[in-house]
C-alpha cells in the first residue's frame, strides 16, 4: 500500500519570507514594508514620500528578491525538525507559486537547510496542481500545508478528500491573518502541527469539511 503524503508550502511554512524582503526593501530600495497590510498594492510605500509602489515595481521587486536574495530566507522555527520526523511515516513534497525561474534556486535552498524534498511551481490556486499530483502518485491519504486561504479554498474543490491544515509560521502576521474557512485546523507552530498531522494521517482520508476538528483556532 502506498504511504501518506504531505504537500507543503514554503514561504511562511517552511522558511521566513515577508520579514526578509522588508529588510532587503528597507536596506537597498528606500521601501518600508508595512506588514499588517493584506495586500502587497498598499503595503509597500517609498519611504520618503510615503506613495504606494506601482504594481509593476512591486512584482519587480519580488522577482529581484527571488533572483538574488533567497539566502536571507530562514527556516521557520521547528520546520525542518519536523519534516523530518513525519517524513518516517508520509512523503513529503512542496507546493510553491514561485515561476520557473526560480525553480531551481527553490531546491537548492531547501537542500541547504537539510530539506531534500520534491518540488512543484505553480501559478494561481493549487487545487488543480495539487489533483495532478494525486493522480500521479496514489498515496493512501494527503493532507496539504499553506499559510493562504485562497489556496485552502482551491484544494477543498479540487481534491476534497485531502487533509488541510492552515499555518502562518511567521509571528510578526499570524495574528493578522484570518483563519482560512477551508481549511480543518489553524496551527501555527510545528510542535503542535507536528502532531495533529500524524493524527490525521492515521484516520485515513478526510471527511468533508462543516466545521473546524480539534486542534483549530476556531
Do not use: Y
Request: charged share 25%.
Amino acid at each position: 500500500m502506498s504511504r501518506p503524503l504531505i504537500i507543503t508550502d514554503c514561504d511562511e511554512v517552511l522558511l521566513h519570507m515577508v520579514v526578509p524582503f522588508r529588510h532587503w526593501l528597507d536596506e537597498t530600495h528606500d521601501v518600508h514594508f508595512d506588514m499588517r497590510e493584506q495586500g502587497f498594492a498598499e503595503a509597500l510605500r517609498h519611504k520618503d514620500s510615503g506613495i504606494p509602489l506601482e504594481r509593476e515595481l512591486v512584482w519587480e521587486l519580488l522577482i529581484a528578491f527571488f533572483d538574488t536574495e533567497m539566502a536571507r530566507q530562514t527556516p521557520i522555527s521547528g520546520a525542518v525538525e519536523a519534516l523530518h520526523g513525519l517524513a518516517q511515516i508520509a512523503d513529503i513534497e512542496v507546493l510553491t507559486n514561485i515561476g520557473e525561474r526560480h525553480h531551481q534556486l527553490r531546491i537548492k535552498q531547501l537542500a541547504s537547510h537539510g530539506l531534500h524534498l520534491p518540488v512543484h511551481w505553480n501559478h494561481g490556486g493549487k487545487g488543480r496542481k495539487l489533483a495532478n499530483i494525486l493522480a500521479e502518485r496514489q498515496p493512501s491519504c494527503a493532507l496539504f500545508i499553506d499559510d493562504l486561504g485562497e489556496h485552502h479554498a482551491s484544494v477543498a474543490r479540487h481534491a476534497p478528500d485531502v487533509w488541510r491544515l492552515h499555518m502562518v509560521g511567521e509571528p510578526e502576521i499570524a495574528g493578522d491573518i484570518p483563519v482560512a474557512d477551508k481549511a480543518h485546523a489553524r496551527i501555527d507552530d510545528w510542535a503542535s502541527a507536528e502532531k495533529w498531522i500524524i493524527a490525521r494521517l492515521a484516520e485515513g482520508p478526510a471527511p468533508a469539511i462543516s466545521t473546524p476538528l480539534n486542534g483549530a483556532i476556531a
